[in-house]
């Protein structure tokens, strides 16, 4: 069954530290895998990743996928209070729709 | 403002009643998708139109579910005989093609009491 996974579920941390965040995905004709950021409503996207070992960095977030092993990992260096958020990873299957993970729930503290 | 938006941003109704959401996608795209997002999941599929045309519905999506698309712009999203299980938030979103990246509504937050 399509699946993606994300870990941990839920994270504290320290402004100024540096988070990693994983996503394993078993998706039939994987295309593509997207990381959207979900703070109190709206999914807003980051990032989309086709390629094995290729960076895509965007500030403080990079990300990086792993067509062999299967998984992708989002790092946010120098933590910010407003990096507070729940972060979603999803790949497209069928053609057709997307399949989320149940997320990561980031607290930076002050 | 050219996002997607969801209206209303809230309801709550009694159980058994009848609610209909709506979204109007961003206008050039012709991709629509309907999710539910239950407290600690991810967005979970319910079906998805291209232009107004309805291409595939989720499992999830009940007899009790109906979406509409009519004029392959805006859709509602119809709940029958409401249930306390479907409170949940309802996004919308709407992209140009099916390798395109999904803009998301705000979402309609539905409690059924």
């Known amino acids: 069954e399509d699946k993606v996974v994300q870990s941990p579920l839920s994270l504290v941390v320290h402004e100024g530290d540096t988070v990693t965040l994983n996503c394993s995905y078993e998706?039939?004709?994987?295309?593509?895998l997207l990381w959207y950021k979900q703070e109190k409503k709206a999914p807003t996207f980051l990032f989309m990743l086709?390629?094995?070992?290729i960076e895509k960095k965007s500030g403080r977030l990079s990300s990086i996928l792993d067509k062999k092993e299967l998984f992708s990992i989002l790092n946010i260096t120098a933590t910010q209070t407003g990096d507070s958020a729940v972060y979603l990873c999803?790949?497209?299957?069928?053609?057709?729709?997307?399949?989320f993970g149940a997320g990561t729930r980031l607290t930076v503290k002050p | 403002d050219t996002g997607v938006s969801q209206n209303p941003r809230h309801k709550i109704t009694k159980r058994g009643q009848n609610v209909t959401f709506r979204c109007d996608p961003i206008?050039?795209?012709?991709?629509l998708y309907w999710y539910r997002q239950t407290l600690g999941q991810g967005p979970e599929f319910l079906t998805y139109?291209?232009?107004?045309?309805?291409?595939?519905k989720s499992r999830l999506l009940s007899d009790r579910f109906s979406a509409e698309r009519p004029k392959g712009s805006f859709s509602t999203l119809e709940i029958q005989r409401t249930e306390q299980g479907d409170s949940a938030m309802y996004l919308c979103?709407?992209?140009?093609?099916?390798?395109?990246?999904?803009?998301f509504g705000s979402g309609t937050r539905l409690t059924v009491v």
């Open positions: 979103a709407s992209s140009l093609s099916d390798r395109s990246v999904y803009t």
């Open positions: 206008s050039e795209h012709n991709r």
């Open positions: 086709t390629s094995s070992g």
């Open positions: 999803a790949a497209p299957y069928n053609n057709n729709d997307m399949r």
């Open positions: 139109f291209q232009n107004e045309a309805q291409l595939e």
């Open positions: 998706v039939t004709n994987f295309r593509s």
